[in-house]
């Protein structure tokens, strides 16, 4: 039986491990094209474990189609061949989900900003400017088509403190970022939008609990509320197949509160909650709730 997704192609950054990864093997599962990037090529090279092979390949086994690509995303060359490459060998992009983010190894530790390296900042150049590179490529696919959906991954962070300031920043950004590309997009059917994930279950994470426990006490990190990194993937599957997605493009969206409307559970059939009440709710809105607003 063909999966909703048959004959789809996407690509999502960020994927040899992680939330990305979760979200590849989900939208394989329902039979797309899924091109998985990231630096992780060989096994053990990173702490945590996950290539872009090993997901591409586990995509293959759930019926899609894995292409491992390896990406640096901060470079702009190897993200300009990668479009290149999709466009040759398949000839349109339908999904894209900016999901890379160059995370910190002292991002969950103690200390305020200035107790911190200034290389922190490259989460802005790969988690901000680098959404909007492979958006900017994606666009010059989608916009002859008359097609698409992209897709940001962000979180809660983007109207309350989480971990630290250059995290919030980039968050914030995206959001923004995702509406108005969104606006630009409009005219020519392609959807663009921001998800807010709350705790997920990554290897990272798991690594971070064991190795601070009091962490569990917290509302952004109670396991209580995580989720698996397949659940926002089975979401953004759910509005690639919605005829009526572009009803949804500028908005930023808590990804449980998406998911209850499509009645999509967790991989183990627990349903997510939202986390809005005790963490806040998003700012944008889907333009179509808010005509002519700085148009």
């Known amino acids: 039986m063909a999966g909703k997704l048959e004959g789809k192609v996407a690509v999502v950054t960020g994927a040899s491990r992680g939330i990305g990864k979760g979200i590849a093997l989900a939208l394989g599962a329902q039979g797309a094209t899924v091109y998985v990037t990231g630096r992780t090529v060989t096994p053990g090279s990173y702490p945590l474990p996950g290539t872009v092979g090993e997901t591409a390949a586990e995509i293959d086994k ?5 292409v491992a690509v390896a990406v640096d995303h901060a470079d702009d060359a190897q993200v300009a061949a990668l479009f290149d490459q999709v466009k040759r060998e398949r000839g349109r992009l339908d999904i894209l989900v900016n999901n890379a983010f160059a995370l910190p190894e002292d991002l969950t530790e103690p200390g305020s900003f200035w107790e911190k390296p200034l290389s922190n900042w490259q989460m ?9 590179t492979a958006a900017w490529h994606a666009a010059q696919i989608m916009v002859p088509q008359k097609s698409g959906l992209i897709v940001a991954i962000s979180g809660y962070v983007g109207v309350t403190y989480t971990y630290g300031v250059v995290f919030g920043t980039c968050k914030s950004a995206v959001d923004r970022m995702a509406r108005d590309m969104a606006i630009e997009l409009e005219p020519h059917n392609i959807a663009s939008l921001s998800l807010w994930q709350g705790l997920t279950f990554t290897e990272r994470a798991h690594r ?49 509160e998406v998911a209850q409307d499509y009645g ?17 709710a998003p700012i944008w809105k889907p333009i179509s709730q808010e005509p002519g607003r700085g148009r």
């Open 208 to 256: 971070n609990l064991a190795r601070n426990p009091e962490m569990k006490a917290k509302t952004v990190t109670n396991p209580l509320v995580g989720c698996s990194p397949e659940h926002p993937g089975l979401v953004i599957a759910a509005l690639a197949t919605d005829p009526e997605v572009m009803k949804r493009s500028g908005g930023t969206f808590i990804t449980a």
């Open 62 to 66: 759930r019926g899609g189609k894995g």
């Open 124 to 132: 802005v150049d790969v988690g901000v400017r680098s959404n909007f």
């Open 264 to 280: 999509i559970v967790d991989i183990d059939g627990k349903v997510i909650p939202s986390l809005r009440e005790q963490r806040g």
